[in-house]
């Protein structure tokens, strides 16, 4: 009898953002007419860097010649890419890495959802609450997670709650824990931790060997000086974190599909008979059995991002994402919301008015103002009261949604 993985039936009903998708479309079809400004799904608007496309645009006809013709590549990405990585990316910020730290993949999704293969199915999980969907609903599939409560809370999850009341920043946890997901800047909330504020976090896992599981996704958004790129910026780090970075954010790349994951030697976990093993040789052989690679072209156009011209022209885009933020952000605080984040990071994250749950103000801003954002509830128990909307709209649409919010409000 083919049976299912029951870890599977445990999850609730759809995806997040499949679930605000569908209820998009049924209002968008009860009212054809509407005019409605997605400021939901992180998803950028803007054109890729012209050095990107063209450097794509080279990399197809490299594929039309069979003295340039690349077929299947390294799964762990190409050395041209892995190498740009380095020197780009954390050889600035003092960080040394060895290209074949870095795995190059499809996009931070995917890692993040598929770091816990080479994890302990009993390893005790802390996250972030609220928190990015993919690291809950991963280690439910991956059997980490219990069983669903009432209080909408995992009972073999440990929750950091990072609500205004903590000024975001999550306390340590009263019981040991063995992974722990980080995401600074911080997806859904915007706000980010300083040096000293990460190093609590690095000195705890190096005191509980444990792995902290950090996304940095939003790092390009960062302008605040004493808030960290890399969590390897912070001393230790090298032996108990694995980082998560992405191109969607950084480059526009959520359509086109491009990150990367660095894995440092000296990062090990237990194995049986007492052993210490590399998380770096496991994660390599999981990549080369289950990823075949991100395209050659992909990685063509990535590298262009560390281009000199396309140095400048992703920097023009974020600053584009980083003035709606800021326009958005004035925009509510006029209108009277109370807003966090939108400072180091692409979300705004508001609180809803006294007495109006996040799914009401989410239903009431679609149906109401035509103004699509994500209830911050749908990130986890301490989302509750808060509405996340993204700044990667365009300046019209996100111009339009703050005046729409004004009237309503007034
Ligand atoms: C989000 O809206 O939280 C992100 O776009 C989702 C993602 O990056 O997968």
Same mark, same amino acid.
């Given at each position: 009898?083919?049976?299912?993985?029951?870890?599977?039936?445990?999850?609730?009903?759809?995806?997040?953002?499949?679930? $605000?998708?569908?209820?998009?479309?049924?209002?968008?079809?009860?009212?054809?007419?509407?005019?409605?400004?997605?400021?939901?799904?992180?998803?950028?608007?803007?054109?890729?860097?012209?050095?990107? /496309?063209?450097?794509?645009?080279?990399?197809?006809?490299?594929?039309?010649?069979?003295?340039?013709?690349?077929?299947?590549?390294?799964?762990?990405?190409?050395?041209?890419?892995?190498?740009?990585?380095?020197?780009?990316?954390?050889?600035?910020?003092?960080?040394?890495?060895?290209?074949?730290? &870095?795995?190059?993949?499809?996009?931070?999704?995917?890692?993040?959802?598929? $770091?816990?293969?080479?994890?302990?199915?009993? *390893?005790?999980?802390?996250?972030?609450?609220?928190?990015?969907? &993919?690291?809950?609903?991963?280690?439910?599939?991956?059997?980490?997670?219990?069983?669903?409560?009432?209080?909408?809370?995992?009972?073999?999850?440990?929750?950091? +709650?990072?609500?205004?009341?903590? *000024?975001?920043?999550?306390?340590?946890?009263?019981?040991?824990?063995?992974? $722990?997901?980080?995401?600074?800047?911080?997806?859904?909330?915007?706000?980010?931790?300083?040096?000293?504020?990460?190093?609590?976090?690095?000195?705890?896992?190096? #005191?509980?060997?444990?792995?902290?599981?950090?996304?940095?996704?939003?790092?390009?958004?960062?302008? #605040?000086? @004493?808030?960290?790129?890399?969590?390897?910026?912070?001393?230790?780090?090298?032996?108990?974190?694995?980082?998560?970075?992405?191109?969607?954010?950084?480059?526009?790349?959520?359509?086109?599909?491009?990150?990367?994951?660095?894995?440092?030697? #000296?990062?090990?976990?237990?194995?049986?008979?007492?052993?210490?093993?590399?998380?770096?040789?496991?994660?390599?052989?999981?990549?080369?059995?289950?990823?075949?690679?991100?395209?050659?072209?992909?990685?063509?156009?990535?590298?262009?991002?560390?281009?000199?011209?396309?140095?400048?022209?992703?920097?023009?885009?974020? @600053?584009?994402?980083?003035?709606?933020?800021?326009?958005?952000?004035?925009?509510? #605080?006029?209108?009277?919301?109370?807003?966090?984040?939108?400072?180091?990071?692409?979300? /705004?994250?508001?609180?809803?008015?006294?007495?109006?749950?996040?799914?009401?103000?989410?239903?009431?801003?679609?149906?109401?103002?035509? &103004?699509?954002?994500? +209830?911050?509830?749908?990130?986890?128990?301490?989302?509750?009261?808060?509405?996340?909307?993204?700044?990667?709209?365009?300046?019209?649409?996100?111009?339009?949604?703050?005046?729409?919010?004004?009237?309503?409000?007034?």
């Amino acid at each position: 009898m083919i049976t299912a993985n029951e870890n599977f039936l445990k999850l609730p009903g759809s995806y997040l953002f499949s679930d $605000i998708a569908k209820k998009v479309n049924a209002f968008k079809e009860a009212n054809p007419d509407s005019s409605i400004i997605r400021l939901g799904i992180g998803d950028v608007t803007r054109p890729l860097a012209p050095a990107c /496309i063209e450097a794509m645009h080279r990399a197809v006809n490299d594929l039309t010649d069979t003295q340039t013709f690349h077929g299947y590549g390294p799964e762990q990405g190409y050395r041209f890419l892995t190498e740009a990585i380095v020197t780009n990316d954390f050889l600035p910020r003092g960080v040394q890495l060895s290209p074949d730290e &870095v795995f190059v993949s499809d996009g931070a999704k995917s890692d993040t959802g598929n $770091i816990g293969d080479i994890l302990h199915r009993n *390893n005790i999980v802390a996250v972030t609450d609220p928190v990015y969907p &993919v690291y809950i609903d991963s280690n439910v599939m991956g059997g980490r997670a219990g069983e669903l409560g009432a209080d909408g809370r995992w009972t073999n999850l440990v929750y950091l +709650p990072c609500t205004a009341a903590n *000024n975001f920043v999550p306390q340590l946890p009263e019981q040991r824990v063995d992974m $722990i997901y980080l995401c600074y800047p911080n997806n859904p909330t915007g706000t980010t931790l300083t040096k000293a504020q990460l190093k609590v976090w690095v000195d705890y896992a190096l #005191e509980n060997d444990a792995l902290i599981l950090f996304d940095a996704a939003y790092e390009a958004f960062i302008e #605040e000086q @004493d808030v960290p790129h890399s969590i390897y910026e912070i001393a230790g780090a090298r032996q108990c974190a694995i980082e998560f970075r992405s191109f969607s954010k950084t480059a526009g790349f959520t359509g086109v599909r491009c990150g990367y994951t660095v894995v440092p030697k #000296e990062v090990t976990a237990a194995a049986p008979g007492g052993k210490r093993i590399a998380l770096n040789a496991l994660w390599n052989r999981r990549q080369c059995t289950k990823f075949n690679g991100a395209s050659y072209i992909t990685q063509r156009g990535a590298e262009a991002v560390y281009s000199e011209e396309g140095k400048k022209q992703v920097r023009q885009t974020i @600053d584009y994402y980083k003035n709606n933020a800021r326009t958005m952000k004035q925009g509510l #605080e006029a209108a009277g919301l109370k807003v966090y984040g939108a400072v180091n990071s692409p979300y /705004i994250w508001l609180q809803t008015p006294q007495g109006v749950s996040s799914w009401q103000f989410f239903d009431r801003l679609l149906h109401e103002v035509g &103004v699509v954002g994500t +209830p911050g509830a749908g990130f986890g128990p301490s989302g509750e009261g808060y509405l996340r909307l993204t700044a990667f709209g365009t300046h019209e649409a996100c111009m339009e949604a703050m005046k729409r919010i004004k009237e309503w409000l007034k």
